[in-house]
């Protein structure tokens, strides 16, 4: 079974910033794309950050030049780098995967369980 772990998120002073982390585990799966989405109270949720499986990276135009996606293949895990944090960057950010697994074989999406990013003086 494939699960998504994250990691990071926290209490952050506008200016500031914060480290996310999410590892993907499991097995009989390959990694389409890997990314971030993040929702706010009362709105919809919003593409962050993706990283596809050739390495091009889109980024929501709020968060370009501030925020920063990578990944680390060899431990399926993405990271999400934040820096110049604003308070409209409050949120709960979701690790997200698309993957195709095999037996049978499909493409799915899997969701980790969210973590809250608060950015408040």
């Known amino acids: 079974q494939v699960q998504l772990v994250e990691s990071g998120g926290g209490l952050v002073q506008p200016g500031g910033s914060l480290r996310l982390s999410c590892a993907a585990s499991?097995?009989?799966?390959?990694?389409?794309?890997m990314g971030w989405y993040r929702q706010a109270p009362g709105n919809e949720r919003e593409l962050v950050a993706t990283i596809a499986r050739d390495g091009s990276i889109i980024y929501l135009d709020a968060v370009k030049g501030r925020f920063t996606a990578s990944r680390d293949n060899a431990k399926n895990t993405v990271y999400l780098q934040m820096n110049s944090l604003r308070p409209e960057d409050t949120a709960v950010y979701y690790c997200n995967m698309a993957a195709t697994t095999y037996g049978p074989i499909q493409v799915r999406d899997y969701w980790g369980q969210g973590t809250q990013v608060t950015v408040s003086s």
């Open positions: 499991g097995s009989n799966f390959r990694i389409l794309a």
